[in-house]
């Protein structure tokens, strides 16, 4: 006899139908978002780990300026500014309510959507990332944060005091 389980919990899928869909058609909108000049807003990045996960990034700074700085790897060490805000705009966190201002941690350590995108981020660099809920906490609640929650960070990747996770 085959037994079949899903891979989410039916009772919280059920009852966050309406967030979710508002969440995947936000997701769907920002994709198609264009610039002044009728170009794509944002760029589909993908980790070399996993071509079916995504984040949009569009970055505020001119690249050409962070051209040559580092690029953290997955077991790097970064320092960050950030903002985090759900897809209504309604705020959830942000490093700048610390005094210094600076988040430190390793990639391993934080949601794939952060991975991604901070591995595509040169040191200096900021940007906007719009994180689907997969990549993001997925189907768990976290704090303040509902589950099947897309996520919009604005990043800036201010240092890599440790390239490589020390042994």
Not at 1 to 24: I, L, P, Q
Not at 33 to 46: C, I, M, P, Q, S
Not at 109 to 138: E, F, H, K, T
Not at 142 to 152: R, V
Request: hydrophobic share 35%; glycine share 6%.
């Amino acid at each position: 006899m085959a037994v079949f389980t899903s891979c989410h919990d039916d009772d919280n899928w059920k009852d966050y139908t309406e967030w979710r869909d508002a969440n995947n058609a936000w997701i769907q909108q920002q994709g198609m978002l264009l610039d002044e000049n009728g170009k794509a807003f944002y760029t589909r990045v993908y980790p070399a780990w996993n071509k079916s996960a995504y984040v949009y990034m569009h970055y505020f700074n001119d690249r050409s300026l962070t051209e040559g700085n580092l690029t953290p790897l997955y077991t790097s060490t970064v320092s960050v500014k950030y903002k985090g805000r759900l897809y209504n705009d309604i705020a959830f966190d942000s490093s700048y309510t610390n005094v210094d201002s600076l988040f430190t941690t390793t990639l391993g350590s934080v949601i794939d959507g952060w991975g991604i995108a901070l591995q595509d981020m040169r040191v200096g660099d900021s940007a906007r990332v719009v994180i689907p809920y997969q990549q993001g906490y997925g189907s768990t609640a976290s704090g303040s944060i509902p589950p099947y929650s897309a996520l919009q960070f604005d990043i800036k990747l201010v240092d890599i005091p440790y390239y490589e996770k020390k042994p």
